[in-house]
């Protein structure tokens, strides 16, 4: 079988999480969400997490070679001999190029880059219809989890109210700059023909089953051309 290296693409409300989570389970693949590995590395103190605790201590933003070092460090061992799944990272074009540079130098190369795309209308219907609890901060959702009584929390009856990150106008301005800062990375990947389009606006199975048809399919025409 060959070696499937997976970066997620995906907007805040995609439900790329979930979907990282069962091709992690479907797929038995190591899954990098890069926070989650840089505080690993951290913890770990190994020689680049002690680097990456430097910048962090004195509030500065770890440099993309320590980061990419950090997801090599991984890359480069027994629980990714059969492809990973980077999620968070890249998030740059410098990033995306400094990744291609350290996995060439491990003789590998990213295999297929998911976008999990959603419309934003369908973004701003997901994000926006949380409500939360005012004195417990217990979370509800007007149609994925809605309370039993409009506006009142089931715990402890506090009132629910719209927090103002999940306003609607604030989302659309997250969305503007997941935007402006995704699509050249979009580009970089489609130009090298190794981004996949998942339509995300699908229940969530529907989606996991599109992407695990995107792979079979890929899979069939790398072994054709072998
Ligand atoms: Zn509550």
Redesign the pocket.
């Known amino acids: 079988m060959s070696e499937l290296n997976l970066v997620l693409l995906g907007p805040p409300g995609s439900g790329k999480g979930t979907q990282g989570e069962r091709l992690q389970e479907d797929l038995r693949l190591p899954y990098y969400a890069t926070g989650d590995i840089l505080r690993a590395a951290v913890r770990g103190e190994t020689a680049l997490g002690q680097t990456a605790q430097e910048y962090m201590d004195r509030g500065d933003l770890v440099p993309d070679e320590v980061i990419v070092g950090v997801i090599a460090e991984r890359i480069d061992s027994n629980e990714a001999l059969d492809g990973f799944i980077l999620d968070g990272f890249p998030r740059t074009i410098p990033q995306a190029e400094a990744l291609d540079a350290k996995l060439k130098e491990l003789g590998r190369a990213v295999t297929a880059v998911l976008l999990i795309d959603v419309p934003d209308d369908e973004l701003v219907r997901r994000l926006g219809g949380r409500r939360t609890?005012e004195?417990?901060?217990?979370v509800f959702h007007v149609e994925f989890n809605p309370p039993e009584q409009e506006g009142v929390?089931d715990?402890?009856a506090?009132r629910l109210i719209v927090r103002d990150d999940d306003k609607p106008e604030v989302i659309r301005k997250r969305l503007e700059t997941y935007h402006a800062k995704t699509e050249p990375l979009v580009s970089y990947y489609d130009q090298r023909s190794e981004l996949r389009r998942i339509e995300g606006a699908a229940p969530p199975d529907a989606v996991a089953e599109e992407i695990r048809r995107t792979l079979a399919t890929m899979r069939l025409e790398q072994d054709e051309t072998v």
């Open positions: 609890c004195e417990n901060g217990h929390c715990l402890d506090s």
